[in-house]
């Protein structure tokens, strides 16, 4: 800067550059430092104070401007030449001056290295553009760690997913009661999970030998498979191979995505490496073999083995396993059953000859890889002859029912809740005997071939149902079933409940009371008198029913309760005194109707319930044709009922699954909740059980007689002819059967109970006719070969009550006894016309219940059909409430209760 510019020097405190700047300077003389003296473009400008703060002027420490000058330019490192090479090789002009500040358009100081040198500094034309190998080895070694630390990121995000539902979506095994298996299903798909140790060895090592020899030592992963995946991908083909046994086992139980793009292969690897670093060998082979499919709709190893060769998994050989594990590699191109549904050129012949080409390599390789030995090799010669493709599901003809009935008593008597059961994995042992059910079901055809022909006799003939059941006595175990014609057509159960009521068949539970409990005094006295089978009632024709203080029951309007006997028979006249043994042998309504008055009805309906029919069955106790049966229980339970007096009283409730296993072990056994209870004293038991043996012998029962062998029944007709029973025994086995006409179409809402008359040709039906004849039919065939039981003896018990005689009857509605030789169990068609009250004037004082129970009614004349049924026409229940069932599940799979 020029002398000649410089400012006279500033007093101290005072002027506008020190209130301006505010900031120390350096020493000041009467000049200030020349602008670029210290290289600061700030030093052009005075210091308001001398660095000793004094507002005085100082002397120059320089004795002119020259020396002031050149000290000014050592302070900065030189004069202008030195300054300027010591700017370095940028060239004279450009660069700053000094080490802070401008020089006069010269380069001062170094220059800063780039991060990256590229193009490289210093260098002139193409080797500019050469990178140094210090430049390649960073960007090499950079790449690899991002890779890494991708990878490693990756690595610790992901998680051992859960084994997706879609892959332990299972079906259970049903069994039949000597461990052969009835069906497989229940579940998403067929699939039955197994154990490591239940997988044959010779199947492990088929599918190492064929689809991943170094699984047992890999980490999971092949990275060249994976690179072929890859590129594979990329020219827009599928991600064929590249795949372990470990990846493979993520795709198919882990991830529910199965789409195949880049960023579902790279969730697959990263999971496959983690599963690979975390979960042990045997449960990815374990995994792997159950998740993965076999063809036929099998998934997994077990139901392949089923599918394929009808035998479990672990009793497969060698040869069976190499074939299955050729399955693996995709069955429509490898089921010698060929596929041509599927592809035309999956030929039967096409995928045989390609099964045995790779049945063969898989065999040699596992000889190879010395999982084989070569002198067990050349005994496989030929591809095993797999069975012929079927139904994984056959529910048709009774299975569907028996299933049904199986799942029922599951859910309502174990732990595994309805949403466990339908996940699957079950093996349920059940006590189906298939001979006996193969023999119920043809005893109804035939009796439905040769009698009922909808075609011919549509008004009568249509809609006719049956229903039977078959309990073992001494165990309650249900033996055989049948539930109609056909589980996929018709799908009530027709052996657990149907709203059919029993009739006469509930007579012997009035005769058990009055054994168990005896008679109330109608003197009022507190003492019970215990009944003898030989006690007398009157056999009397519409016979006034008198309550315990020997007062008429009469109905709502006063009428008196006048019940009728089947065909308006009276018997034994003048007296009318018929015996208890011969009442139920004749199935005479009059004296068990009274009979039960005597006991009262409330032990009647405790001797039912004690049998073991279910209380929801059972019809309102508060009107006397209880006795006679309003209510009704199914098949199963009153099978079960009469079971009790086949074993001397001991009541067991029916049911149908021994034993359940999942691939944990055994989670559920009968036996350990099997218990039994006395029903009735065994001298009760056997007394009712030698009165149901005379309706057999020569009752209204002849027609179920046994060759050989003693048996006990009852036959039953409900008023209006809408239904039919016989249940009966001997030792080893109770059977009940039913007949019905139902329009039971899903879509009715009021479905109702049909008549009878003219059904299968005949004039009408009653228990002793088609009921008893299947009956025979089938028992005849389910106990052929078992030794022949006898009943016990009977002690005696009771007392003969109305032993004395009886004064000349007084009431005119009487009728003369029938001199039919034969029994008689029909009832008479007329009758349904007769002046009894309708079921609005039955309900009398209990008119409340009236409309639950069947319409019994309260007064007037009842008939209750042929062996005294009911005195009114049985309704239809709802199958979806809580009606009659023999299972101990109230009916069904959801419906019901525990029994």
């Given amino acids: 800067m020029s002398e000649h510019r410089r400012k006279p020097p500033q007093q101290q405190g005072g002027g506008r550059a020190a209130a301006r700047r505010g900031q120390p300077g350096p020493a000041a003389g009467r000049r200030a430092t020349p602008r670029g003296a210290t290289g600061s473009p700030s030093d052009s400008y005075e210091s308001p104070s001398g660095s000793g703060g004094s507002g005085g002027e100082e002397e120059r420490p320089y004795g002119g401007r020259a020396e002031a000058r050149r000290a000014a330019q050592r302070s900065s490192g030189g004069g202008r030449r030195r300054g300027a090479e010591a700017a370095g090789s940028e060239g004279r002009r450009g660069g700053p001056g000094g080490p802070n500040g401008p020089g006069r358009g010269r380069p001062s100081g170094p220059v800063k290295k780039r991060f990256i040198d590229y193009p490289r500094a210093g260098r002139s034309g193409g080797a500019r553009w050469v990178p140094s190998w210090r430049l390649v080895s960073g960007l090499f070694i950079g790449f690899v760690g991002s890779l890494v630390a991708v990878a490693g990121i990756g690595y610790a995000m992901v998680s051992v997913p859960d084994v997706a539902h879609t892959a332990e979506a299972q079906n259970n095994v049903y069994y039949w009661a000597d461990g052969t298996q009835m069906v497989a299903t229940g579940g998403e798909t067929n699939r039955q999970i197994i154990n490591y140790s239940q997988i044959p060895a010779a199947m492990r090592y088929a ?12 980490s999971g992963v092949d ?27 993520v795709k198919n139980a882990m991830l529910d995505d199965q789409s195949q793009t880049i960023s579902r292969k790279f969730k697959e690897i990263f999971v496959s490496i983690k599963v690979g670093a975390t979960v042990k060998k045997e449960k990815i082979m374990e995994g792997y073999l159950n998740s993965a499919y076999y063809g036929r709709g099998a998934y997994g190893l077990q139901a392949a083995a089923r599918a394929y060769f009808d035998k479990d ?28 549904s599927l592809d035309s050129t999956a030929t039967p012949e096409a995928n045989t000859k390609r099964a045995t080409a ?96 909808p075609k011919a006799r549509p008004d009568t003939d249509k809609f006719v149902q049956f229903g039977g059941a078959s309990v073992d006595p001494k165990t309650g175990a249900i033996k055989a079933i049948y539930g109609g014609e056909d589980a996929t057509k018709h799908f009530t159960n027709n052996a657990d409940q149907t709203g059919a009521q029993v009739g006469s068949t509930f007579k012997p539970f009035v005769l058990a009371a009055a054994m168990q409990w005896g008679v109330k005094d109608p003197d009022g006295s507190s003492e019970r008198k215990i009944a003898s089978p030989k006690s007398l009632y009157s056999g009397k024709n519409k016979l006034k029913i008198k309550q315990y203080d020997n007062t008429v029951w009469t109905d709502k309007d006063g009428k008196e309760w006048l019940q009728t006997n089947d065909g308006e028979k009276s018997y034994n006249p003048p007296s009318y005194k018929i015996d208890l043994r011969e009442a139920m042998r004749e199935s005479v309504n009059s004296a068990y ?107 209204t029962g002849t027609a179920a007689r046994l060759t050989g062998r003693q048996v006990a029944g009852k036959t039953g007709t409900t008023d209006g002819n809408k239904s039919a029973w016989f249940v009966g ?88 006894p029938s001199s039919s030789p034969t029994p008689s169990d029909t009832p008479s068609p007329t009758l349904s016309n007769s002046p009894s009250p309708t079921t609005s004037e039955s309900c009398g004082k209990f008119d409340w219940t009236c409309g639950n129970n069947g319409g019994t009614d309260a007064g007037g004349t009842g008939n209750g059909g042929t062996d005294g049924g009911v005195t009114t026409s049985p309704t239809a229940t709802d199958t979806a409430g809580n009606g009659g069932n023999g299972n101990g599940n109230g009916g069904g799979f959801i419906r019901g209760q525990t029994g």
């Fill in 207 to 218: 599918v190492i030998s064929q689809e991943n020899k170094t699984f047992e030592t890999d």
């Fill in 729 to 816: 025994y001997t030792p080893q086995l109770s059977t009940s059967i039913s007949m019905y006409r139902l329009d039971d179409d899903a879509s009715s809402k009021n479905r109702t109970f049909l008549e009878m008359y003219g059904t299968g040709g005949e004039k009408k039906i009653h228990g002793a006719s088609f009921p008893a004849q299947i009956w025979h039919d089938y028992m005849e065939t389910a106990l052929k070969g078992q030794t022949v039981e006898n009943f016990p003896t009977p002690q005696p018990i009771g007392e003969i009550l109305n032993n004395t005689p009886s004064p000349s009857a007084t009431q005119s509605a009487t009728s003369t």
């Fill in 593 to 699: 109707v009274q009979l039960g008055m005597d006991v009262g009805l409330d032990k009647v309906e405790e001797a039912a319930l004690n049998a073991g029919v279910l209380k929801t069955s059972l019809a309102s106790s508060a009107f006397p044709s209880f006795s006679i049966g309003t209510s009704d229980p199914s098949a199963i339970r009153m099978a079960g009922a009469y079971a009790t007096f086949a074993d001397s009283g001991q009541q067991r409730d029916p049911y149908s699954v021994e034993k359940i296993s999942s691939k944990d072990g055994v989670v559920f056994e009968h036996s350990k909740i099997a218990k039994a209870k006395e029903a009735f004293s065994p001298e009760v038991a056997d007394n009712v059980t030698d009165v149901l043996k005379t309706v057999v012998d020569k009752g």
């Fill in 313 to 340: 998994a672990i009793r497969l050989d060698e040869s069976q396993c190499a074939f299955l594990a050729a399955m693996l590699k995709g069955a429509t191109y490898y089921d010698p059953a060929g596929a041509t």
């Fill in 358 to 453: 790779q049945w063969s390599d898989t065999l040699d390789k596992e000889v190879k890889y010395g999982h084989l030995s070569a002198a067990k090799r050349a005994t496989f010669k030929e591809l095993p002859k797999p069975q012929n493709p079927r139904s994984n599901t056959r529910l048709s003809g009774q299975i569907g029912y028996l299933v049904d009935l199986a799942k029922g008593y599951v859910v309502h008597n174990t732990k595994i809740t309805e949403n466990q059961l339908q996940q699957g994995g079950y093996s349920i042992h059940t006590t189906f005997d298939r001979t006996k059910v193969n023999a119920l079901e043809a005893a109804v055809k035939e009796v439905r071939k040769a009698k009922i022909n």
């Fill in 223 to 249: 990275p060249k498979g994976i690179a072929r995946a890859f590129l594979n991908m990329a020219r827009g083909g599928q991600t064929q191979g590249g795949s372990t046994i470990t990846q493979q086992y």
